[in-house]
């Protein structure tokens, strides 16, 4: 699947019944171009294509990230661990995470090796994503990628499209560093015209018992909303772990 990012909005998911929990998008500002041909198994890689492949797999992740198609609700959340948030527990993806007490759950139908589920406010352009994505046997931990420094410039400068005329997103990186097995990377995007767009993610590896899995977890919100969402975002990307 190929996703490129056309608006920083983010969908907007609103549930159509109370009673059977389903939601829909509303509106999405992804464009999102999918290949029918089915997916390959995860497979090794040598030399120059394996660097391309890891960058494949980084960018495509990335983007993502901003993508959420026919989302579904999902209602998985646990009791309240602190005042404003709750546990999220994905007991079939095994993992977990905080999110706020008013936030929207939503779950996109898997495909191939990559599933999507996306916490959203009814209001504003803020959200949290968790994308998992396949990997092959190559990929056996997060050095797999290379050291957090240099995994996050790829991300970032992968993202950037400044040096282009006109000049398309400017992407830039605020920080990095790796904590029990995770990769946490800080960096902002902005398109000519547009607000700013600030993202914190945390990405790490875990095996569903066939293959290992990327699971990258996204917060992002515009920069007019930083004060309302910057805190409980940030301490929601690193509250996640597995299960």
């Known amino acids: 699947m190929v996703c490129v990012a056309s608006s920083y909005s983010l969908p907007l998911l609103r549930p ?25 198994e995860p497979e090794s890689c040598f030399g120059i294509q394996c660097q391309a492949k890891r960058r494949q797999v980084l960018l495509g992740t990335t983007f993502a ?17 602190a005042e404003g948030f709750r546990i999220y527990t994905d007991d ?7 999110i706020p007490q008013d936030w929207q759950v939503g779950a996109g139908e898997p495909t191939g090796f990559k599933s999507v589920t996306a916490f959203y406010p009814e209001e504003g352009y803020s959200s949290i994503s968790v994308v998992i994505t396949g990997l ?25 499209r400044s040096w282009q005329r006109p000049a398309g997103v400017t992407a830039k990186l605020i920080d990095c560093k790796a904590s029990k097995g995770l990769y946490f990377i800080e960096y902002s995007l902005q398109k000519p015209g547009e607000s700013v767009k600030h993202l914190f993610s945390a990405l ?28 409980n975002i940030e301490k929601a990307v690193k509250s996640f772990t597995f299960i």
């Not at 500002?29 to 390959?40: F, G, I, S």
């Not at 079939?92 to 905080?98: A, E, G, S």
């Not at 046997?137 to 797999?144: A, C, L, R």
């Open 16 to 40: 159509l019944s109370n009673n059977t929990g389903i939601a829909i998008c509303r509106k999405s500002y992804v464009q999102c171009c999918r290949n029918k041909e089915p997916e390959p």
């Open 65 to 81: 990230a901003f993508s959420f198609p026919e989302l579904i609700s999902k209602a998985l959340a646990e009791n309240d661990v």
């Open 92 to 98: 079939v993806n095994k993992f977990k995470i905080l």
């Open 136 to 160: 092959g046997p190559d990929f056996t931990k997060m050095e797999s990628f290379g050291k957090v420094e240099a995994f996050a410039e790829t991300l970032v400068s992968g993202l950037d």
């Open 204 to 231: 790490g590896m875990a095996t569903n018992g066939w293959y290992n899995r990327l699971y990258t977890v996204t917060g992002q919100y515009v920069e007019e909303e930083s004060d309302k969402y910057s805190s």
